[in-house]
T-cell receptor, first 114, second 112 residues
Framework: DTAVSQTPKYLVTQMGNDKSIKCEQN?????MYWYKQDSKKFLKIMFS???????INETVPNRFSPKSPDKAHLNLHINSLELGDSAVYFC?????????????FGEGSWLTVV | DAKTTQPTSMDCAEGRAANLPCNHS???????VYWYRQIHSQGPQYIIH?????ETNEMASLIITEDRKSSTLILPHATLRDTAVYYC?????????????WGLGTSLAVNP
């Protein structure tokens, strides 16, 4: 049973399109995250939700909008895709968002914008 | 703006211990040291974390120096499946904004 699952795993789309990546966790965690890993392999947090409430919102373009319908889901919607959005996007979850909590990652979604 | 420095790459023979160093000289008193690894084309995987004391679990041991400015992750008997990028991370606080700052990690190659 996959703990943190995200779909699709691979996505190739044209510039200007709108796309969504879905994420679900079955660990009973109350905090979920979206991370972006660029071509240089830096992993940077984008958003974090705790009990459906946004608690971390890094400096990302407004074209990126997370949506958390419930504690087990955190979807990422991207409007007007640009070439620079090409990256691997990782969803993750944890119990709580304070010190000492372990973060569990999904397998990643490879987004290529052409 | 990673707060840790690690060697870019390391090699280890299968069956031997892999010792991965990490410097975090600017670590503050309440910051934990975390280790994650990322096997090619997979998501990062938690390994271990610690604050002051040495820690051990089924995957690895974490040795933290007394001044907490550096640490070493030890994989006691490395296998080929341990080939991955290993990230040493310090949990960072900025007001209510708690997050992990990731560096580029150490690419560990375990050789047969």
């Amino acid at each position: 049973d996959t703990a943190v699952s995200q779909t699709p795993k691979y996505l190739v789309t044209q510039m200007g399109n709108d796309k969504s990546i879905k994420c679900e966790q079955n660990l009973g965690h109350d905090t979920m995250y979206w991370y972006k890993q660029d071509s240089k392999k830096f992993l940077k947090i984008m958003f974090s939700y705790n009990n459906k409430e946004l608690i971390i919102n890094e400096t990302v373009p407004n074209r990126f909008s997370p949506k958390s319908p419930d504690k087990a889901h955190l979807n990422l919607h991207i409007n007007s895709l640009e070439l620079g959005d090409s990256a691997v996007y990782f969803c993750a979850s944890s119990w709580g968002h304070t010190l000492g909590n372990t973060i569990y990652f999904g397998e990643g979604s490879w987004l290529t914008v052409v | 703006d990673a707060k840790t420095t690690q060697p870019t790459s390391m090699d280890c023979a299968e069956g031997r211990a892999a010792n991965l160093p990490c410097n975090h000289s600017t670590i503050s008193g309440n910051e934990y040291v975390y280790w994650y690894r990322q096997i090619h084309s997979q998501g990062p995987q938690y390994i271990i974390h610690g604050l002051k004391n040495n820690e051990t679990n089924e995957m690895a041991s974490l040795i933290i120096t007394e001044d907490r400015k550096s640490s070493t992750l030890i994989l006691p008997h490395a296998t080929l499946r341990d080939t991955a990028v290993y990230y040493c991370i310090v949990r960072y606080h900025a007001g209510n904004n708690r997050k992990l700052i990731w560096g580029l990690g150490t690419s560990l190659a375990v050789n047969p």
